[in-house]
């Protein structure tokens, strides 16, 4: 039951403990398949129990059923035969406890936010937005980005997945490290004098499309030139 209670948790965060089980009960109760005599315990027995089932457990269940789902005829969900597949990272606030503030730090510095922030990077299927992978950290410390993080999902992709990603996850050595899962890419660099790469044009092809040399390269990128200088990358 607290495994469908921590779950519920993300599903109804605008509600107290006490609200999000009953949530959880009730239908159950009209079902018939729950205890009658049952009656709710406070949020103290709650955390109590919460703390019994521990991390381990909701870890292994998120990474048993956390996977591609969609199918050959699902709209949206293929290119060129490759499954899409996108990675991303978000921010969300904590309980204001003193170990979530130790751990995973406060945004903003000086003026820092109200409450304890996680850094979630996730890879997940664009066609259906199941999750398939998903790495946790902190919010500051030095090697603790959205890029950093992104490193440890490298492994979860295969051959045939074409795998997004924003420009902020770009670099040479995180290229090629999730090339080498046999994976194609498909990445946005930030256009050049921005923090960008000044690629070499190859050849120029139609619709604003240039083959491009990417230096000490063991393949080519081709380069998709956008009106706001804004390009994007792909075996």
Known sequence: MMVYFAMALALFAEDDYEGVLARLAEPLMQ???WDRSWSMPGSAGITQARQRLGSDVVREVFERVARPVCEQLTRGAWLAGRRLVSI???ECDLPDSPANGEYFGYAGGAGRSAFPKARVVSLVESGSHAPIGATIGPIVGKGLGEQSLARNLFGLLEPGMLLLADRNFHSWPDWLAATA???DLLWRVGASGRGGMALPVVAALAEGVSDVL???STSRLREYTY??????ASG
């Open 88 to 90: 991303d990272g978000f």
């Open 181 to 183: 899962t046999g994976a």
């Open 31 to 33: 079902w018939g398949c």
């Open 214 to 216: 990417c230096m000490r």
């Open 227 to 232: 009106g706001h200088g804004e390009r994007e």
